[in-house]
């Protein structure tokens, strides 16, 4: 589907495909509107791929005072955890202290009691220090006294955006990534529609429609300046490292306390590897272009490591990957990074409503405000559910299961709903197989190339699948597999897998490789600044449609 197959009416117009703009058009759907989404990059380009992958009531939040955003953010976990089984699992987090740390064990009991009561269940229970060190053999053990286990929770963020937009759409709504929003069309002042554009073909056309909702994240303000003149969106940059999980070895998540400035810095286990983070900065660049760690944040993380894991002899060697995210934070710049609020903000103007802020694990508290707060522009008969589940209900186990366990097929559902049947039923029996390093199976790369909007190679292996992320050099060993799997579902020429290829090999270098790794980025003789190489991109890309030779659906 591109812009011209849309239908030229809507009830509700969507901006922005990352996890807000997902739940929005999810709930929309459900509530039988006719609704769209349109993204300007791809779906989950921005924080909703690049987040800590934590479904959680965020328990640093308790100590802020921020005590309802805590337990709305415990009470959406745990419906989560019901309703998705497969996507958003449990995670055990291990909490070391140690001699002279704040907080402390009494602080910490005092804020895991209160995580308790919000989720109605015990869920943490304390060790003395040579117990904890049974569960984590290679912790620090000077000045450990001790330590606490509790629960919250894990997700792949961007598949999560996938499975809420891939059910929208199959119960009616529409979704185009590579669709830019350039104005917001108004007639006597009220909105009446949007201009949109396809940010590579150029094609482009006005939709029609009374209600707008800006969801775009860090990008809220181009839309809609801020109507409180001392506050304004705070782009914040989280960044992470990835680490093989036998250079890591942790079965559990773990919280510590970093020894340069106190702050909670996470290690995790996720898809098959171990994630390090985060930072919290100001992110002063351009939002087009794709973020990355530095080399301060990089040794700060690899700082942090080293003091709490000094046996395993860690370095930046062992470095996988690295990814960086940007938090949109309403702020009035008086507070420092880890201080600023996650609560979430509507602002309404005759018919475009925005919202803006909030965290991954609120999401659908964020598309209900958002709905309530367009609701005079909405269908009169317009009902909204806000007790309906958030997904579509999927069986416990397949009537076939191809010889695959019942923990893959959890996965599957999981991360593709009742797709998952059609993976499996139409993969080859090698294709079953777990692609090293990761808990992902070949046979999902042919699945989302023919059915998930794939642009570019970098939307198959950095969000659709993970495996840019969690294998050496970006997955590039494995691109004749992924070509010869997906030639069918993406029938391109020679020369366009080839460009992709160089083109995918420079996008990893610049936002996932560790900066020493990526100084200068060379194409032959030629040295690409940042910015050249995102317009050599959108260069060679409309070359190729232009003269006819786009050869993807």
């Known amino acids: 589907m591109d812009i011209s197959d849309l239908p030229q009416t809507w ?11 997902a739940g929005i058009l999810r709930e929309a759907t459900r509530a039988g509107l006719r609704a769209v989404l349109l993204e300007q990059k791809d779906f989950a380009w921005g924080t909703s791929s690049r987040s800590s992958k934590l479904v959680h009531g965020g ?21 989560l955890l019901k309703e998705a089984p497969g996507l958003v699992e449990s995670l055990g987090f291990l909490l070391p202290i140690y001699e002279d740390q704040r907080p402390g064990k009494r602080a910490l009991k005092v804020g895991l009691s209160l995580y308790d009561i919000m989720a109605r269940e015990r869920q943490h229970q304390y060790y003395d220090a040579a117990a904890f060190s049974r569960i984590v053999p290679h912790i620090n053990r000077r000045g450990l006294t001790g330590g606490f286990r509790f629960f919250d929770a894990q997700v792949d963020d961007c598949r999560l955006v996938l499975r809420l937009i891939n059910e929208a759409v199959l119960a009616g709504a529409s979704a185009l990534n590579y669709t830019v ?13 949007v201009e949109v554009q396809d940010v590579e073909t150029g094609q482009a056309r006005t939709l029609d429609g009374r209600s707008v909702i800006n969801a775009t994240g860090c990008w809220a303000e181009k839309l809609h300046p801020s109507p409180e003149p001392q506050r304004h969106l705070r782009p914040l940059r989280g960044s992470h490292l990835v680490f093989s999980a036998a250079a890591l070895p942790l079965t559990e998540g773990l919280s510590f306390v970093h020894p340069r400035d106190g702050r909670p810095v996470f290690v995790i286990p996720w898809e098959g590897a ?9 992110h002063s660049q351009d939002l087009s272009i794709e973020p990355n ?21 860690l370095s930046l060697k062992a470095c996988l990957s690295t990814f960086a995210g940007v938090r949109p934070v309403l702020s009035e710049g008086k507070l420092k990074p880890s201080e600023e ?8 103007d005759r018919g475009l409503v925005t919202v803006t802020g909030g965290k991954l694990t609120t999401f659908r508290r964020l598309a209900l405000d958002a709905l309530k707060a367009v609701r005079p522009w909405l269908p009169p008969d317009t009902v909204i559910d806000r007790k309906a589940p958030v997904f579509e209900e999927v069986p416990d186990r397949p009537t076939e299961d191809f010889g695959l366990p019942l923990r893959i097929w959890r996965r599957l559902y999981g991360r593709y709903g009742l797709a998952a049947e059609t993976i499996a039923g139409k993969a080859r029996p090698k294709d079953l197989a777990v692609i090293p390093g990761t808990h992902t199976l070949w046979a999902e790369l042919p699945y989302v190339a023919a059915h998930e909007h794939i642009r570019h190679l970098g939307d198959l292996l950095l969000r659709r699948v993970r495996i840019g992320l969690l294998t050496p050099q970006g997955a590039t060993g494995y691109l004749k597999r992924v070509r010869k ?9 020679r020369q366009r897998w080839k460009e992709e290829i160089r083109l995918y090999r420079m996008q990893w270098r610049h936002a996932h490789a560790l900066p020493g790794r990526r100084a200068a980025i060379s194409a032959g003789r030629k040295i690409f600044s940042v910015e050249a190489l995102a317009a050599a991109g959108r260069s060679v890309y409309r070359k190729m449609w232009f003269a006819g030779k786009r050869d993807n659906h």
């Open 293 to 313: 760690i530095t080399a301060a944040e990089a040794s700060y993380l690899m700082e942090g490591l080293q003091v709490v894991f000094p046996s395993l002899g």
């Open 485 to 493: 799997l997906c030639k069918n579902a993406l029938p391109w020429s």
């Open 341 to 348: 609020s996650r609560e979430h903000v509507v602002w309404v």
């Open 11 to 21: 009830d509700v117009i969507v901006i922005g495909g990352g996890i807000t703009g």
């Open 181 to 193: 929003v350039n104005r917001i069309i108004r007639k006597d002042g009220d909105v009446a529609g």
């Open 59 to 79: 328990l640093r939040y308790l100590k802020e005072g921020h005590f309802l955003m805590t337990k709305t953010a415990v009470e959406e976990r745990e419906r």
């Open 274 to 282: 171990v994630l390090v983070g985060t930072t919290d900065i100001d």
